[in-house]
Structure formats: structure tokens, C-alpha cells
């Protein structure tokens, strides 16, 4: 488990695509939305928090539909699947690997993208640590719908339309979190409720849809 | 004739041959009676005959999830006992719980124009049942990407069970989250807060629904078993030539 772990991590710095990519077209994204929605520095304020939500959950879904496909390809996941190790471990081996290679990045550019919102230092940090809360959630949806569609023909324009509507509570208590003032706690529990229900839950989905599709 | 007979897809034929006329009449029935309860039921003092749209709109949510749950019965059916006929109940079911969950919005959006005077806001029920409309159209997506039906309806099953847990949250969205919708009035503890007037000819209406969904279901589900059937067929010869 620590092998594919340490694996998985080589190849996302590596291969230049994984980590740094992922911040990248967050920084792209967010350098848009004043082109979209004007360079109005109050709006920028107002709707920053959930735009820096929206970008990352965007960013995290760029790099998952490689998450088994590479794997399918060169066909270490087939020896995954026949490996002693559990298939469930596996697959929280690849989500821990995936999260702290695009989705923990995020988070650390969070404040300053903040700054360049104009959110104040306080509300970004708050966006920050809701990320952190969340973004696991939003990792291991996504590890399910990636091993939905890891054999598929276009599975990667599949994989979008599969994850986004399961994320909807993430990203709801997420930016509840974010922005409401003096309300911080309750939703922010939740969240983390919402990441530990999908660690409990997503493995054994996912694995269950990698034994299926690879039959 | 024990349930477990109806495993048997030949049977299974046989048996819907012989019921589905006795469920298209007693369809036919109960919505004609379900309708001229509508029809005669007084208009609310505010909304006036606006209010009729209700006999349409909340039956047709209730199906909507309803038939969710429906194909997360048949996902365990078909990971969990493998039972021959549950991907193909899963898969009958897809296009007529989208199509509920469309005329629930459409009656919706309808309905929003005269009494809230807009016809879409992003209120937590409206959106949730949105987020449905995108999951069945999604399962459909799943489904129609996978070439072999038994491996599809595996993978479209897990995908079910997965947007199951969606469920509570749409029927509890409107008391977590800013809303225009009206909380739960039909369903919940201390009774039915509906005069009789509205009530009975509105579980009338959704007891017609209920039955054209079966009666649909039925149908669509004899429909898929005769296609795959075809589907064998033409392989067979395919791979005789």
C-alpha cells in the first residue's frame, strides 16, 4: 500500500502533469472571472469565496479520469486486482496519493488567490480550512466516478456529468462555511462529516466498479 | 405462483402478458376517477385555479424519487442476489423516473410563474430536484457507454446506490436550506395538514400515477427483454456467418 502510495506520488511530480497542474488552471480560472464578471472589487469580494470553491472542485475533476486509466493501460491494475492486498486499500492508496498530489496544493495557494480576490486575510484563511475539510470528499466522489468509467470509450467526458451532481453538498456546505460570518461551525462540521462518510463509503464503491468493469 | 418464479425471464413474459391489461384498466380508471376529483375540487382562496397544477406536480415528485428508490432495490438485487431480471428493472425504469422528474419540473416552473412570479429560483427543492434530473441523465449516460447490458447494469447499479444517499437530502432540502418551496405538508409527523377536499383527490392522483408507473414499468420492462433477446439473436448469427 505505502509502495503504490509512493508510487503514484513519483509519477504525479515526475511526469509534470499532476500537482502543478492542477494550480495552474485554478490560477487560470480565477484570472478569468474578472474578465466574466468585471473588475468590480466589492463584486470580487462578495463572490470570491465561492468562486474559490467552484475552482477547486473544477481543478480536482482535470486530473481524475487519468486516475485508473493510466493504470488500465499499462496494466498495473490488473495486478492490482489480483494483488493480496485488499482492492478497497488500493483505491484509498490512490485517493491519499491523488488528494495530497493536486488537491492539497489548492489549498496552500488558497490565501493567495484570496489576495487577489480581495478577500480579506481572515475570510481566506476560512476558505482554506474548508477546503481542507472538503476537498477529500470531493477526491474520493470523484475516485468513484473514475473507476465507473475507467474502461469506457470517452469515459473521461463521461466522468464530469457522473461526479458533479454527487458533489452538490460538498460544495453547498463548503461555501456555507466560507462565507456566512459567525456561522463557521455547523456547516464546517458537516463537511468534515461529509469527508469521513465518503472514506467510509467511496473504496468499496470504487473497487466494486473496478471488479465490474474489468470483468 | 411464487415471486421467485418470475425469475425466469420466459415466465416473467407470460405472467406481465396476462396481468398488463387488468393495469392498464385499472390505470385508466383510477386516473379518469383521480381527474373529475381534481377537476371538482375547489380553487385556493389566493392561488385560484392555479392550484390544480398540484394534482400533476406533486405526484409526479413523489414518483420521482419513489422510482429512485425503486432502482436502488433493484441495484442490490442485482449486486448483491444477482437476480436476472433486476438490471433490467433498473434499466426500464431510467427513462420513466427522468421523465417524472422533467413534468415535475416543467409543472413546477409552471406553476412558480403566477404565484411566486418567476418561473425558476435557485431554491433548495427546485435545485435538488434539478440535481436529480442531472443524475438520471447520467445513468442513462453511463449506461448507453457500455456496449454488453450485464456489465452496464453492474456499473449503473453502483452508480444508483451512490445517488441514493442524494435522496434524504432533496426530501429534507427544504428545511436545511433558504427556501421559497413550502416545507412538507402531505408526509409528515402529526398528519396531513390538506383539508380533505385537496387531499383526497390529490392521493388519488397519486395512486393514478403510481399505477401508470407500473403499468409503464411493466411495459418497458418486457420491451428490454425482447430487445436483448434480439441483441443474442443478431450476435449469434453474427458469429455463425
Known amino acids: 500500500m505505502s509502495a503504490l502510495l509512493g508510487r503514484d506520488f513519483k509519477l504525479a511530480l515526475r511526469t509534470g502533469g499532476g500537482a502543478l497542474m492542477g494550480v495552474l488552471f485554478f490560477l487560470v480560472l480565477i484570472a478569468l472571472l474578472p474578465f466574466a464578471v468585471g473588475p468590480d472589487l466589492p463584486l470580487l469580494k462578495r ?17 481524475l479520469d487519468r486516475l485508473f486509466a493510466a493504470d488500465h493501460d499499462d496494466g498495473a491494475l490488473d495486478l492490482m486486482l489480483m494483488a493480496r492486498t485488499p482492492l478497497e486499500l488500493s483505491v484509498i ?26 478577500i480579506e486575510p481572515a475570510v481566506s484563511l476560512h476558505v482554506a480550512l474548508t477546503l481542507l475539510a472538503g476537498t477529500p470528499a470531493l477526491t474520493l ?9 475507467v474502461t469506457l470509450r470517452r469515459g473521461g467526458l463521461l466522468l464530469p456529468i457522473l461526479v458533479l451532481p454527487l458533489s452538490v453538498p460538498v460544495l453547498i456546505f463548503g461555501v456555507a ?10 456547516p464546517f462540521l458537516i463537511l468534515l462529516a461529509l469527508s469521513l462518510v465518503s472514506l467510509a463509503a467511496a473504496p468499496f464503491a470504487a473497487a466494486a466498479a473496478l471488479r465490474q468493469g474489468m470483468e | 405462483m411464487a415471486l421467485i418464479d418470475l425469475a425466469n425471464p420466459t415466465r416473467f413474459l407470460r405472467f406481465t402478458e396476462r396481468v398488463l391489461p387488468w ?14 376529483l381534481a377537476w371538482n375540487a375547489p380553487d385556493d382562496y389566493q392561488q385560484g385555479a392555479t392550484v390544480k397544477i398540484m394534482f400533476i406536480h406533486v405526484p409526479s415528485a413523489w414518483l420521482a424519487m419513489g422510482i429512485w428508490a425503486v432502482m436502488s432495490l433493484s441495484a442490490l438485487g442485482t449486486l448483491v442476489w444477482r437476480h436476472p431480471l433486476a438490471d433490467v428493472a433498473a434499466r426500464a425504469a431510467m ?55 450485464s456489465r452496464a447494469g453492474r456499473l449503473a447499479a453502483i452508480l444508483t446506490l451512490v445517488g441514493a444517499v442524494n435522496l434524504p437530502i432533496i426530501k429534507f ?25 385537496i387531499l383526497t383527490p390529490l392521493l388519488t392522483m397519486a395512486a393514478a400515477f403510481f399505477l401508470l408507473f407500473v403499468t409503464l414499468h411493466l411495459a418497458a420492462m418486457r420491451n428490454e427483454i425482447l430487445r436483448r433477446r434480439v441483441r443474442t439473436m443478431r450476435l449469434r448469427q453474427a458469429s455463425a456467418a
Open chain 1, 47 to 63: 463572490i470570491g469565496p465561492a468562486m474559490l470553491w467552484l475552482g477547486a472542485l473544477l481543478a480536482s475533476l482535470l486530473t
Open chain 1, 93 to 118: 492508496a490512490k485517493a491519499l496519493a491523488h488528494w495530497i498530489t493536486s488537491a492539497l496544493p489548492l489549498v496552500v495557494a488558497t490565501p493567495l488567490l484570496g489576495l487577489m480576490l480581495n
Open chain 1, 141 to 149: 466522489i470523484g475516485v468513484i466516478g473514475a473507476a465507473l468509467s
Open chain 1, 177 to 186: 462555511a466560507a462565507t456566512t460570518p459567525g456561522e463557521f461551525g455547523a
Open chain 2, 23 to 36: 393495469l392498464i384498466a385499472a390505470t385508466a380508471i383510477v386516473l379518469a376517477t383521480g381527474l373529475y
Open chain 2, 95 to 149: 427513462p420513466i423516473g427522468a421523465a417524472f422528474t422533467l413534468i415535475c419540473l416543467v409543472t413546477g416552473a409552471l406553476w412558480g410563474r403566477p404565484t411566486w412570479g418567476t418561473y425558476w429560483v435557485w431554491d433548495a427543492r427546485l435545485t435538488s430536484v434539478l440535481v436529480l434530473f442531472l443524475m438520471y441523465l447520467g445513468l442513462l449516460a453511463l449506461w448507453s457507454a457500455v456496449d454488453e447490458p
Open chain 2, 173 to 197: 432540502s427544504v428545511d436545511w436550506w433558504n427556501t421559497l418551496h413550502q416545507p412538507a405538508s402531505v408526509v409528515r409527523l402529526g398528519g396531513a395538514a390538506i383539508h380533505p377536499t
